[in-house]
């Protein structure tokens, strides 16, 4: 006979020691004792007290010297009771979170065991709660993602269901979630998002209310891109299906409903005037140092500013002065779009100073201090200047690039060496002939900024744009024609960048808050002055060339009992208007927008004065009415330059000298007086400048073009009768005047 299968007696005595009945019985012993283990928890885990979120406090803003800006008040949030909700609001709040809340004891142990697990393991936030957890959590309990709160949630959610109605649960639930724009509650979020009470709302605005406790920030109808209105739309829809399915919608109904979209947000009262701006914008930069929004809003936070109290006082006095008193906002439609903005920086700590956000807060919520979907326009052209001297770049024949360049600024002249054509017009199609690289800058020559960038290279220009502090670098197409200025941009931008200039290339981050604290919590504001982000001798040449702009360029409205560098900017149909301009102490942006009441970009032409609002024109008054309050009337401080062209004036800015001076009682025109000024002589202080004039080498260049461009402002000397600013689009007026 043959021995025994070894194998086979192995595999009967494994069997032996794990049979059916010792498996099931080993389950029961273990289900036994987490039972035993559960009831114990249940027994030690108590009801607490309300959280400090439940009993929220208010928030302080004081300005740099410790005055107080603004206390932003209690939560706002009204508790209403059941009764006052409609019944198929209510029925929306629990088809969006869960359709088994009446039926259930309070928890789902299946979803919480899930959401538990991902946040051991690492897989971040899950859902899976009741309506009765998430009430347990919001009043109960903190917002920690940790599985040690999520089962104090469960065993104290089996708690409250036992002891309250559903009534109460759920009046409890929608009364302390938060749905985005401050709003705690379904009262307080009716009024913001549908300018209602809670008793009002209808079917539909209660499935949008309720879709929005899943994301409320990234929800809000108004501020969303387009991915968070196509996925609150869907929620919103799946709101109302789940109604259908539970028999508490008919279907008919259901058919013929339309998404609700929501009011545009407003302040909350005591945020008019500049405050709600400040405000809302010390809040976003805490937000980027990552405290949460819904942290900032529960309260107790102290918030110290960078806002000088007397310089954000000028600032306004100086927009009221300039530009306010000379419009008729109620009687005149056109002069009602006019929308000023503007950021004021001291480039030495980066600290925003000062900040104008528009009319009040509380009638233009939307900050135009900081908002970026306007053209900055020639406001970029020292950025392309800047970029050429750090990359030392050459122009096509082979000469470095500096303040005594020479330039073709033939205006349409197609720029050389690119493969994308362009061929943009000059101011009233103005051809210059050979000039300077600071004739170019301070007459704002369209056809040789064209062709710097194309010689320096786009994609090195847009690098040191965003080296600069200039922000979103998907809007910046590598062609020549954002060397016009054709991206976007805020004056919150424009400052950082050009104090980045001011401080010879040290990166200079505008910041608006010094600390913030909470308790026995500090948050510092954001590092504002950087490395090195562009060599000295390129930021001190731009510089340079922009205190050539402000002697006797397009700029001069901005001089004053100070040294100033600055440049003017006016966009493609006139629908913006700037001049971003520093003192060795000072960095300041002004823009002027054109918006009308349904928020379009709309130009700025016939509305401060008959035809184009140019940036040498308001905005360079604002900015010299704001710079000689903020200086206290002047300074005596100057520009450190270390430029291979030499300190500021000498022999860099090309225009001669005046002769003449024009009456005290005659305005400077805004139009060129001649048709075609003579060329000037390249200075003799520039060692790269050759000795006679050279235009780029001829070669057979590309067909005009006409993409879309950025317009700007002309020279004008201040002391002589002044060629005119320049500015707006091809169609900006009834001349069709080009982009500049």
């Known amino acids: 006979m043959g021995r025994p299968d070894k194998g086979k007696a192995k595999k009967r005595g494994i069997r032996r020691l794990f049979t059916w009945k010792k498996l099931l019985g080993t389950f029961f012993v273990f289900c036994l004792l987490g039972m035993g283990a559960l009831y114990v928890v249940y027994l030690l885990v108590p009801v607490p007290s309300a959280n400090a979120e439940a009993t929220m406090q ?6 740099s010297d410790g005055k107080i800006l603004a206390r932003t008040g209690k939560i706002n949030r009204e508790i209403v009771g059941l009764e006052k909700i409609p019944l198929k609001v209510q029925q929306a709040f629990v088809a969006a979170e869960n359709k088994t809340f009446y039926k259930d004891n309070g928890v789902d142990i299946k979803g919480t065991t899930r959401a538990a697990w991902n946040t051991i393991t690492g897989k971040g936030k899950q859902g899976g709660s009741t309506i009765t957890q998430q009430y347990v959590k919001n ?8 599985a040690t709160r999520k089962l104090k949630e469960m065993v104290i959610a089996i708690k409250v269901d036992q002891k309250s109605s559903k009534s109460e649960i759920l009046a409890g639930y929608m009364n302390t979630s938060y749905y985005g724009r401050s709003a705690y509650g379904i009262q307080a979020a009716a009024r913001s998002y549908y300018g209602v009470d809670a008793t ?100 107790g936070w102290t918030f110290t500013l960078n806002i000088d109290a007397k310089k954000q006082k000028d600032l306004v006095k100086a927009v009221d002065k300039q530009l306010e008193s000379k419009l008729d906002r109620k009687g005149d439609k056109k002069q009602a779009t006019v929308q000023a903005g503007a950021t004021s920086v001291d480039p030495k700590t980066g600290a925003v100073v000062a900040m104008y956000g ?68 000059n101011e009233d199609d103005q051809s210059y002939g050979p000039v300077t690289v600071q004739k170019a800058t301070n007459s704002s020559i369209n056809s040789v900024y064209a062709q710097m960038i194309v010689d320096v290279t786009p994609a090195k220009a847009k690098e040191t744009a965003l080296s600069l502090g200039m922000k979103d670098g998907a809007d910046f197409p590598q062609t020549p024609a954002i060397s016009l200025g054709t991206m976007g941009a805020s004056t919150m931008d424009m400052a950082g960048a050009y104090a980045t200039l001011d401080n010879h290339g040290k990166k200079v981050t505008p910041t608006l808050v010094k600390t913030a604290t909470h308790k026995d919590r ?63 102490e000072l960095v300041t942006a002004v823009g002027l927008f054109g918006e009308d009441a349904k928020g379009n970009q709309v130009t700025l032409t016939d509305t401060i004065n008959p035809g184009r609002a140019n940036g040498g024109r308001t905005p360079a008054q604002i900015w ?19 430029t291979e062209g030499g300190a500021p004036g000498d022999g860099t800015t090309p225009d001669p000298t ?23 002589a390249p200075p003799t202080s520039t060692a790269t400048t050759p000795p006679q004039p050279t235009t780029d080498p001829v070669t057979t260049p590309p067909e005009p073009t006409q993409e879309p461009t950025a317009t700007d402002e002309p020279t004008a000397p201040p002391t002589s009768i002044q060629p005119p600013d320049a500015g707006g689009g091809p169609d900006a007026n009834s001349t069709g005047r080009p982009p500049r």
């Open 58 to 63: 208010s928030n302080i803003y004081k300005y």
């Open 139 to 146: 009043f109960y309990l903190s917002q920690d993602q940790t």
């Open 200 to 299: 009002q709302l209808t079917t539909a605005q209660g499935a949008y209310l309720a879709s929005l406790l899943q994301a409320p920030n990234q929800y809000d109808w108004t501020s969303a891109n387009a991915t968070g209105r196509k996925l609150v739309e869907e929620r919103w829809n799946y709101v109302l299906d789940n109604m259908v399915g539970e028999g508490w919608l008919s279907a008919s109904e259901r058919a013929g409903m339309k998404f609700p979209v929501p009011q545009k947000p407003k302040p909350a009262p005591g945020m008019e005037g500049q405050t709600g701006y400040i405000v809302e914008a010390a809040n976003q930069e805490l937000m980027r140092q990552g405290v949460s929004e819904e942290d900032i809003k529960a309260g």
């Open 358 to 425: 528009g009319v009040g807060a509380t009638e233009h919520w939307m900050s135009n201090a900081t908002r970026r979907d306007y053209q900055p326009a020639s406001t970029f052209k020292p950025i392309v200047l800047a970029s050429a001297v750090d990359n030392r770049a050459t122009t096509q024949d082979g000469r470095k690039i500096g303040l005594g360049t020479i330039y073709d600024g033939t205006s349409q002249r197609p720029v050389v060496g690119s493969p994308i054509e362009f061929a943009p017009e």
């Open 522 to 584: 500090t948050v510092q504001g954001a590092k504002a002055i950087g490395e090195q982000v562009i060599s000295r001798e390129a930021a001190d040449t731009a510089t340079q060339a922009m205190t050539g702009v402000v002697q006797s360029g397009s700029g001069f409205r901005a001089a004053g009992d100070y040294e100033a560098a600055g440049k003017t900017g006016t966009s493609e149909n006139n629908r913006s208007a700037w001049f971003v301009g520093y003192t060795p």
């Open 624 to 642: 010299g009415d704001y710079t000689e309050r903020a200086l206290n009337g002047g300074s005596d401080a100057s520009f450190d330059l270390e």
């Open 658 to 680: 005046p002769t003449t001076e024009a009456p005290e009682t005659e305005e400077p025109t805004e139009e060129p007086t001649t048709a075609s000024p003579n060329p000037t």
